[in-house]
């Protein structure tokens, strides 16, 4: 079998993986508080359940990343990490009492901690310039996953908790499909990425050297190396012409990876401003998902199948958004997809602040305030969490990228412990909770922005002579 079939089979797999662990997460929410009420819990077992499937997967996700950066594998790692899928989800269908059940949600979490693994696999397998599009089909697959299980909600209220066995099953049929259907990629076929840049670069020098073969007296008698890298890089006078964004962006991962001190560093500016991002986008959205149900029953009186319908259009548009993110990311760079995603958050923000909080207007105008407000606050999304990881894994080292990509989940995962916690206990002073969701995107934003500018003063052109004669240590 040929590389290029092995790889499609590989992603494939992949899709998989994330479509089934969407399956799993919409299966859940709804049916964890009923399971719970047979097995006499309280209240505030519902956050616990909830809350240890993130938290064990906020731990294992730096481990197992680690790991399959030291043994440069991703198959084993994913083999071993659904393993505790498999128990987890059986455990959940024995259900002995309330504490083997909350038991059973940190066994599974466990499994969730490959997702660093694979994340780190396909920044090391895919081009710079293509991985923003693989990243959005792998998330727009776990939103897929996501609808599933929520069309079909009365399914899983009818069978409860008999649903967790077939879960069981279908990991345990997933643990064949990865023994058979993926490949971890062979080294030569994770450098045809900077082969590809160092070959677009040479031509574009070659082009430009062949128009400006006249000027002599321009010429610097030494060619210096070029040095084209992320925030804070200096480089020369004489830049490729047509050196577009793909290929700028390809190079931040390559020149930022020879130095390990500075690459195993997460408190650069832009590793930090793009972990910020992870944060508040997620510890919006669960916010949002956790307030979402409480204020449809205040306001409109809806209950389990209008709110079914209403998660339902808000998958269908995310998967949209995810795909119209992956054309997206082929034709601008990633900064400005974040740039775009900020925007868009930041509107939704303001008009959540000003029309949910305290409706205003009858019925029919509410319920197009609240319309607007999420349909604005999903739409912004996919360009944020696309963007967010496809530039984090280019200003991170490349070999410790599975680490690296465990950190960021974790982040992610402390998110989606704290949205709720938030969202939960303040929504009866709603100006305060979206008060200070705002004010957290307007920090993101203005980070951001501040960055940009910084790169800007920075990227100044330096003469090749200067830089021939006093070296600069990079």
């Known amino acids: 079998m040929d590389n290029r079939r092995k790889k499609k089979l590989t992603f494939f797999t992949i899709g998989l993986i994330f479509l089934l662990s969407g399956v799993e997460y919409a299966v859940i929410l709804p049916t964890v508080w009923r399971y719970l009420q047979t097995l006499d819990a309280a209240p505030y077992f519902l956050g616990l359940a909830l809350s240890a499937f993130s938290l064990s997967g906020l731990l294992s996700g730096p481990l197992f990343g680690h790991w399959s950066d030291r043994k440069r594998t991703t198959k084993k790692v994913i083999l071993f990490a659904n393993l505790f899928e498999i128990i987890g989800n059986f455990m959940y269908f024995m259900g002995f009492s309330k504490w083997f059940l909350l038991s059973s949600r940190l066994v599974a979490g466990i499994g969730t901690g490959a997702g660093s693994s694979i994340f780190g696999f396909l920044t090391r397998s895919t081009a710079p310039e293509d991985r923003a599009t693989v990243f959005a089909a792998v998330m727009a697959c776990r939103q897929a996953g996501l609808l599933i299980g929520v069309r079909n909600k009365t399914l899983c209220n009818?069978?409860?908790?008999?649903?967790?066995?077939?879960?069981?099953?279908?990991?345990?049929?997933?643990?064949?499909?990865?023994?058979?259907?993926?490949?971890?990629?062979?080294?030569?076929?994770?450098?045809k990425a900077k082969d590809s840049v160092n070959q677009h670069i040479t031509d574009a020098e070659h082009k430009k050297g062949l128009t400006e073969e006249d000027d002599d007296e321009e010429k610097p008698l030494m060619r210096s190396q070029e040095l084209?890298?992320?925030?804070?890089?200096?480089?020369?006078?004489?830049?490729?012409?047509?050196?577009?964004?793909?290929?700028?962006?390809?190079?931040?991962?390559?020149?930022?990876?020879?130095?390990?001190?500075?690459?195993?560093?997460?408190?650069?500016e832009e590793v930090v401003v793009l972990l910020a991002a992870q944060f508040i986008t997620l510890f919006n959205q669960t916010a949002l998902e956790t307030?979402?149900?409480?204020?449809?029953?205040?306001?409109?009186?809806?209950?389990?199948?209008?709110?079914s319908i209403m998660y339902c259009l808000c998958g269908v548009e995310v998967i949209a958004g995810f795909l119209f993110v992956r054309w997206l990311s082929r034709r601008v760079a990633e900064r400005v997809v974040l740039a775009i995603g900020l925007t868009i958050c930041n509107i939704s923000g303001v008009w959540c602040l000003i029309f949910l909080a305290n409706p205003i207007g009858g019925f029919s105008w509410q319920l197009t305030e609240f319309i607007i407000g999420v349909f604005l606050q999903v739409l912004g999304l996919p360009f944020v969490a696309v963007a967010q990881v496809s530039l984090f894994s280019k200003v991170t080292a490349e070999r410790t990228q599975g680490f690296?990509?465990?950190?960021?989940?974790?982040?992610?995962?402390?998110?989606?412990?704290?949205?709720?916690?938030?969202?939960?206990?303040?929504?009866?002073n709603m100006y305060i909770m979206m008060g200070v969701m705002m004010a957290l995107l307007v920090l993101l934003t203005v980070c951001k922005r501040k960055l940009d500018q910084t790169k800007d003063r920075m990227l100044i052109k330096v003469p090749s002579w200067c830089i021939s004669i006093f070296p600069m240590e990079m």
């Open 158 to 191: 009818t069978f409860l908790p008999h649903l967790q066995l077939f879960m069981c099953m279908l990991w345990l049929l997933l643990q064949l499909v990865v023994i058979f259907m993926y490949w971890d990629l062979p080294p030569q076929e994770r450098g």
């Open 228 to 268: 084209v890298g992320s925030y804070g890089t200096v480089v020369t006078s004489d830049p490729p012409a047509c050196h577009n964004h793909a290929a700028s962006d390809a190079t931040l991962n390559h020149t930022s990876s020879p130095d390990p001190h500075r690459s195993s560093k997460f408190l650069r």
């Open 291 to 307: 307030m979402v149900t409480p204020l449809t029953q205040k306001y409109f009186g809806y209950g389990e199948l209008e709110n």
């Open 404 to 428: 690296s990509q465990g950190v960021r989940r974790s982040v992610g995962g402390l998110a989606t412990i704290l949205g709720p916690l938030w969202a939960g206990g303040l929504t009866e």
